[in-house]
């Protein structure tokens, strides 16, 4: 998931079923938020903490 800072909304913008994935085309020149939020069949999880990067 993804946001801008400092409170955009959180939007998911990849899913994985492995330990990671590779975003491309994001924009650049602003401040982002990531965050993982891990999913099985009991449900989601608590969101991760967050990453904040400038691109």
Not at 4 to 9: A, L, N, V
Not at 16 to 29: M, N, P, S, W
Not at 37 to 49: C, H, L, W
């Amino acid at each position: 998931m993804r946001r801008i800072r400092p409170d955009g909304p959180w939007e998911d913008v990849a899913t994985a079923v492995i330990t990671e994935a590779t975003l491309v085309d994001q924009e650049r020149g602003k401040e982002w938020e990531y965050r993982i939020v891990a999913i099985n069949k009991a449900g989601e999880g608590e969101p991760s903490n967050t990453v904040m990067a400038v691109l």
